[in-house]
């Protein structure tokens, strides 16, 4: 299982599992596509790379997820593989996905943020909780 959905009373609670960080990470950014999309359906037909940097894990995690929400936005991107590696506190992302279908892809929920509140990063379980604004 790469993430679960928590209880929350007006948005959409993730917890993101793995045995690295980078895979938690890598795990939330498939959470937020498949809080939006079914991200099972998506195929891996282009490849896009970021790097994003923050001053903490949490700020890196804000970051690294708000940069998929503007891709989406301004590219109409969805993925469904993430290759996540930390250099210090830069994120370098590679992801492949293709352009958003409606009729392909099965949309869910619009997510217009992501928040820091409640969010958490456990290095040591690891562990992150997020919480999507819809």
């Known amino acids: ?5 928590l209880d929350h009373t007006a948005d959409v609670m993730v917890e993101a599992f793995g045995r690295s960080l980078e895979e ?5 950014a498939y959470a937020l596509m498949d809080q ?5 359906k ?10 994003v940097e923050g001053h903490d894990h949490e700020s890196m995690l804000y970051n690294f997820l ?4 503007y891709v989406f936005d301004v590219t109409g991107m969805v993925f469904s593989r993430f290759s996540v590696t930390f250099f210090g ?5 590679r992801a492949w996905g293709e352009k958003y279908d409606a009729r392909r ?8 943020a992501i928040t820091y509140h409640m969010m958490s990063v456990d290095p040591v379980r690891p562990l992150v909780r997020v919480v999507f604004d819809i």
């Open 1 to 5: 299982m790469k993430y679960r959905t």
């Open 24 to 28: 938690c990470f890598s795990n939330a």
């Open 36 to 40: 939006m999309v079914d991200a099972s």
């Open 42 to 51: 998506v195929r891996e037909r282009e490849e896009r790379q970021f790097v």
């Open 66 to 69: 708000s940069e998929f929400l």
């Open 89 to 93: 506190n830069e994120v370098h992302c």
């Open 105 to 112: 892809h099965d949309p869910k929920k619009e997510i217009k």
